[in-house]
């Protein structure tokens, strides 16, 4: 305590920069001295917003994601956004890990965002909550969640390299949940930087019309500024406050003064308006009016460009250099012009609630001292500190202890929050990442009311049995997709065991694995019914990793893990039907059930839904009671999570049933056994097969190593799709199967010293060869199959 009052004290005199100082500490010393010290300690380095609004006015807020391919510069740019809107007093800086967005200290060890934080500042009285979300492909759910929690995205491509592959998937996410984007061309400073290359490739991979806002001022390590062709200003940044980027040159853009930059942006702004006139109404009719282009008002051409990126017919594409401070205020700008408040986006599973809470449980971390903090958004209603919840998705009650506003690892309490917020909270103790939360029971039943009376005939996916009379209570309401904010969690493709260093941990280790899960849901653990061990499922080799080392670091726990193993499938290749009696007396009651089911093959590759029922004048299927049904699916639900080959969830197809015949007194637990079992023995002869996860591969290397990178990939029985040259490098796109990929990024660095990356997503699960398949059967029973 003395020595970090010295240091304030000390700082304060100016002797030690706080900054400095307070680079050096690590997060939990940063916060004790917080609780000791809050406004003195904090205050030198944060700048925090001392009334964040009263946040009625929704039109001033912004939630708001950064999304992008690793490296292309989202922390650098966050970084630089914070130091610009004044929260901080000092630029972070990726390589010397001292930002504040990676505030985990993995992240500043590997520098790379694993957690998406949350952090809030103002930029010109906007009130800007953004999501950092981590670019690795093994962290993709994170972006998921973090989707769901804004209302538009900021995409950041390396303009070096246009689009990459990361980029194409998270852009693909984002439609997935209808996000609005502005696009930022970073690293225009970098040799091979191309406006052009860019352009192309947004159109090309992303499939959209880009409009170019700005023009670049020189090139390269020339780039010094940029011309806006909305404002027509040039700004040229100078060297002023050690090139921080705070100090810049604003001048009007007039034919008198510079012929040629005139003519560069009459023609550019002649083709942006060429594209508004052909996406917007308003501007349109301006140039029907034969408005001349360098008169059509920057008001106009604001409010029709934010329509347009609302409506997704066009993207904003902005540039600059975030590392050499050029263009994020610009970029700020565009933020608060072209992206959406909370009130211009629609989210329809939120509607349902009215004027009541309804909010995401998007993220969830603990901490060692106040447990789960609980990260949400609000979509309607609000929240008081105290405030009792109840959890729709889990269906309990529960009680929120603080509100805080957080700040990357910083947190400040508040008393209440207005729908349209973001806000982390304390206290509830069975709230899961991806939960939904509304004010009460009662809101949540009249939710499901007016849910009924709009959708009960025509939900997506769901199944006319389903929607059938249901005499369970609309507790048992089945659509809960829709009621989980319509997030889907991926499946696993990596599994492997994991053990304490002695019993004597196995309780802590529990304690970590439960904690751990809740914050991510990409990861599964499960106990293996055969050895007793238990199994972490996740989605890679450094997600598993980072976990591993999560487990010592904030546990405590030394834990050994197996090898790491491809999480496989299991499909069958025909069709095969069965009936299944069960007829047992236990105790005093008689069961009976007796049922006849097949199974076939399907193209889609998905997990089983639900059962197709075969109706015909004797089976009297018409008449099933909506309980038994969901006995028997739930039974074929388990009879499929372990397959005939090596007990892998079987998928690809469907299920049909043909008759039932239950006695009365029999219960749902037997008809779900007798399920299971006729599913079981149906798989079993329908000529099973083992899926492999395949990869879609995307390496990036110098021309010199091309034939390295090559002939490995030939030996990963891999697909190659194309060869595309850019500049100096090549991309190799490929697709491999994910059990080829074990280790490679350390491979690649050697056979190209270090000059290639790497990156790759899911592509499909597919069906193996029989002596691929023979492989795994001995690499994992240890057996040849006869
Ligand atoms: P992230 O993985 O997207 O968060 O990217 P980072 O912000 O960590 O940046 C990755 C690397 O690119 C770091 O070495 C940065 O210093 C560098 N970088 C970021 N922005 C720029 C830029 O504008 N120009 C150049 N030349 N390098 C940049
Ligand atoms: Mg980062």
Redesign the pocket.
């Known amino acids: 305590m003395e020595i970090c009052r010295f240091i304030c004290v000390r700082s304060n005199q100016g002797l030690f920069p706080w900054g400095h100082v307070n680079r050096k500490l690590n997060a939990s010393c940063r916060r004790w001295i917080q609780t000791k010290l809050p406004d003195k300690s904090l205050g030198d380095h944060h700048n925090f917003p001392k009334h964040v609004h009263k946040s009625d006015d929704l039109s001033l807020i912004r939630n708001i994601g950064i999304m992008?391919?690793?490296?292309?510069?989202?922390?650098?740019?966050t970084e630089r956004m914070l130091f610009y809107s004044g929260f901080t007093r000092h630029l972070g800086?990726?390589?010397d890990g001292d930002t504040v967005m990676?505030y985990m200290e993995q992240e500043r060890a590997r520098?790379?965002?694993i957690t998406s934080a949350a952090i809030t500042f103002t930029w010109k009285h906007h009130k800007i909550n953004l999501i950092d979300t981590p670019?690795h492909v093994d962290f993709t759910f994170e972006v998921e969640r973090s989707l769901r929690a804004i209302d538009g995205a900021v995409t950041?491509l390396d303009a070096s390299a246009g689009v990459e592959a990361q980029t194409l998937t998270v852009w693909r996410q984002a439609d997935r949940y209808d996000v609005p984007r502005i696009i930022y061309l970073?690293?225009?400073?970098?040799p091979g930087a191309s406006l052009d290359l860019c352009l192309m490739s947004i159109m090309e991979k992303l499939k959209v019309t880009p409009l170019l806002l700005q023009l670049p001022v020189g090139s390269e390590k020339h780039f010094q500024g940029i011309i806006d062709l909305v404002t027509m200003e040039t700004c040229i940044w100078s060297k002023g406050n050690m090139g921080d980027g705070t100090e810049f040159k604003l001048s009007p853009i007039v034919q008198s003064a510079d012929s040629s930059v005139w003519e560069k942006c009459i023609k550019a702004r002649t083709s942006l308006i060429g594209q508004l006139a052909d996406m917007d109404d308003g501007i349109a009719d301006l140039v029907l009016k034969d408005v001349a282009v360098e008169n059509i008002p920057v008001s106009d051409l604001l409010s029709a460009l934010k329509r347009v990126t609302l409506a997704r017919k066009g993207v904003p594409v902005l540039l600059?250099?975030?590392?050499?401070n050029k263009g994020v205020q610009h970029l700020l700008d565009g933020v608060n012009h072209y992206l959406p408040c909370p009130s211009d986006r629609h989210y329809p599973f939120a509607e349902l609630y009215g004027e009541d809470l309804c909010a995401l449980a998007f993220k969830i971390t603990h901490e060692k001292q106040r447990g789960a903090l609980i990260f949400l958004r609000l979509y309607s209603g609000s929240l008081k500190t105290g405030s009792s919840i109840y959890n729709v998705t889990r269906k309990t009650s529960e009680k929120v202890t603080r509100l805080l506003q957080v700040y990357a690892d910083m947190h400040k309490d508040i008393n209440h929050i207005h729908a349209g917020n973001i806000v982390c909270v304390t206290g509830l103790k069975q709230t899961v990442t991806g939960d939904l939360l509304t004010s009460s029971h009662t809101s949540y039943k009249k939710a499901v009311e007016s849910y009924g009376k709009q959708n009960i005939d025509n939900l997506p996916g769901r199944s006319a049995e389903s929607s059938s009379h249901d005499d369970q209570g609309d507790e048992e309401h089945e659509d809960n997709h829709f009621f989980s904010a319509q997030l889907t969690v991926p499946d696993p493709v990596f599994f492997c065991s994991i053990e304490p260093p002695s019993m004597a941990f196995q309780k802590d280790l529990d304690i970590a694995l439960e904690n751990l899960q809740r914050e991510d849901n990409s990861l599964h653990v499960s106990v293996d019914k055969d050895t007793g061990q238990t199994i972490l499922a996740g989605m890679g080799e450094l997600h598993m990793e980072v976990i591993k080392e999560r487990i010592l670091k904030e546990y405590g726990i030394e834990v050994e893990m197996g090898p790491l193993q491809v999480a496989y499938k299991e499909t069958i290749t025909e069709s095969s039907e069965v009936t299944e009696r069960l007829d047992k007396t236990l105790g005093d009651r008689h069961h009976f059930v007796s049922m006849t089911l097949s199974v076939h093959p399907n193209q889609t590759g998905q997990d089983f839904k639900a059962v197709e029922l075969r109706h015909s004048r004797e089976n009297n299927l018409e008449a099933i009671r909506h309980h038994h049904l969901q006995a028997v699916n739930s039974g074929i639900k388990m009879g499929l999570c372990a397959g005939p080959i090596l007990s892998f969830p079987v998928c690809g197809l469907g299920v049909y049933l043909h008759s039932l015949e239950i006695q009365p007194g029999t219960s749902m637990a037997m008809i779900s056994a007798c399920a299971s079992q006729a599913v079981h023995k149906a798989v079993h002869s329908a000529a099973a097969v083992l899926l492999e996860p395949t990869m879609h591969l995307e390496i990036t290397t110098d021309e010199d190593y091309l034939h390295f990178v090559m002939s490995d990939l030939a030996q990963r029985r891999s697909h190659i799709q194309g060869v595309e040259a850019r500049e100096q490098v090549r991309v190799v796109k490929a697709i491999t199967p994910l059990s080829e990929m074990m280790g490679y990024s350390t491979v690649l660095r050697s056979i190209t010293s270090g000059t290639a990356f790497f990156s790759m997503e899911l592509a499909q699960y597919e069906v193996m060869s029989l002596s691929e398949q023979n492989k795994v059967l001995q690499k994992l029973t240890g057996f040849l199959p006869s």
């Open positions: 992008a391919h690793i490296d292309a510069g989202k922390t650098t740019t800086d990726v390589d990676d520098g790379i965002t670019g950041i970073n690293k225009m400073d970098k600059g250099s975030s590392l050499k």
